[in-house]
């Protein structure tokens, strides 16, 4: 299934306005000024993966839950067939299936990336914790800082996703997995 960023950031709404809690507040709890976090909200614009579970953290809830409007339920184990990942389209040229999203608990969220060939810079994102990318088809551009590496089908990166980063594609369309280990900070309430 095919989630688009308006239902992700009406969920965001919905539940921050049930818990009582002010824009103003969630924005400075993940670290962004109060009118990126109303466009946010809005779905004007993109979350990036990394405040979206910082703004999970500080609603109280698992990731899952604002991706796609239901609690994790697995504790032991959790299994995701093939092509069966929950799937959201983060902009257009790049999407991503989330791998584990009804494991209770996680402390990884491995993910496929599907990137559509695309000439322009990536926009570069921080997150915190830590990140591996195993290109499983095509060609990565992957941008850390200023540097550009280019891995192909078997390459992977290890990196400390607090860096500005962005993924590409380079001479058509590629796949990834991504393996993102946020650090989850408590926030108080």
């Not at 921080?126 to 992957?142: L, R």
Request: with cysteine; glycine share 8%; charged share 30%.
């Amino acid at each position: 299934m095919l989630l688009q960023v308006e239902q992700v950031a009406s969920r965001i709404r919905e539940l921050r306005d049930i818990l009582g809690n002010e824009p103003a507040e969630i924005a400075q709890t993940i670290g962004v000024s109060e009118d990126t976090y109303i466009s946010y909200e809005s779905g004007e614009t993109d979350i990036p993966i990394g405040k979206l579970y910082l703004i999970a953290n500080a609603l109280g809830v698992d990731p899952t839950v604002l991706l796609c409007g239901d609690d994790p339920r697995m504790a032991d184990y959790a299994i995701v067939r093939g092509g069966k990942g929950i799937e959201v389209q983060r902009y257009a040229g790049y999407r991503f299936s989330a791998l584990a999203y009804n494991y209770v608990g996680r402390e990884m969220e491995p993910m496929i990336v599907t990137l559509e060939p695309d000439d322009d810079k990536p926009d570069l994102v921080s997150h915190e914790g830590q990140e591996f990318n195993y290109i499983i088809e095509g060609k990565v551009a992957v941008t850390i800082r200023d540097r550009e590496f280019i891995l192909e089908a078997g390459d992977s990166i290890y990196f400390n996703p607090e860096l500005l980063h962005g993924q590409r594609a380079v001479g058509g369309k590629a796949r990834f997995l991504t393996v993102i280990n946020e650090i989850k900070k408590q926030c108080e309430r």
